[in-house]
């Protein structure tokens, strides 16, 4: 099994932005069948070295990764939308 982990820092960290945000993530439940899990939540401190959003997917196995890299509903409505909204990421990867 795969961890995929995502942090993205808001350029608007509005609660409002931040719950637009953890939805549209939400939004490949049942449309993106590699994910097993998926779990995104959003920070609530805001220290300066927060980031605001958290995106945790369980996949099967280092294939499955890179074809949910690909997916047409994850790279056609979820990252555009991501890319559009965030002012950087950072990102892991590793076997559990």
């Known amino acids: 099994m795969i961890k995929h982990i995502v942090c993205f820092k808001l350029k608007n ?7 637009k945000a953890k939805n549209v993530l939400l939004s490949m439940t049942g449309k993106v069948d590699l994910i ?3 779990e995104v939540g959003t920070d609530f401190l805001g220290s300066p070295r927060s ?12 294939e499955a990764l890179d074809l ?5 509903y994850h ?3 979820v990252k555009p939308y991501m890319h559009s909204v965030m ?10």
């Open 75 to 77: 790279c056609n409505e």
């Open 51 to 62: 980031y605001d959003v958290i995106l945790q997917v369980t996949l099967e196995n280092k």
């Open 87 to 96: 002012e950087s990421s950072v990102a892991v990867d590793y076997e559990l």
């Open 68 to 72: 949910y890299q690909n997916d047409d």
């Open 13 to 19: 960290n509005s609660e409002e932005k931040k719950q």
């Open 36 to 38: 097993k899990a998926i």
